[in-house]
């Protein structure tokens, strides 16, 4: 199966959106409405997460992540999932980095992250000002 980093990125802002506080561990299923991304099944969506826990981008705070019954545990987004997703929250610099990857066939995920970063230094220069 093929990583998907508009998948992930959709699921980084599912997960962030859970209500929960701190301290509560949530379950997770791929099945349930607060995980379902439109155009993706229910395996692609397992497979994702998978990667986000391997990617250090979410924790469950246990010593398994997944229940047998393909149920997931969440607690919450680390330091570097947080980071990620606030390089590519924004829509427009979502949408510059998939077409910068794009026309470069892909990239590993420090490199989308790398461009994520650029384009969001370019989009707050357009908006604000700024030079970053």
Known sequence: MKRDMGLIRELLLKLEDLEKTSHEFAT???SEP???VDGF???QIDYHVSLLYEAGL???GTDTDLMMDGTWIFRRLTWAG???LDTVRDPEVWKRTKSGASKLGGLAFE???NMATAYAKHVAKERLGLDL
């Open 34 to 36: 607060e995980l379902q």
């Open 41 to 43: 099944q229910s395996d």
């Open 28 to 30: 997770i299923n791929s």
């Open 82 to 84: 947080h980071d990620f």
């Open 111 to 113: 490199g989308i992250k």
């Open 58 to 60: 979410i924790t469950s």
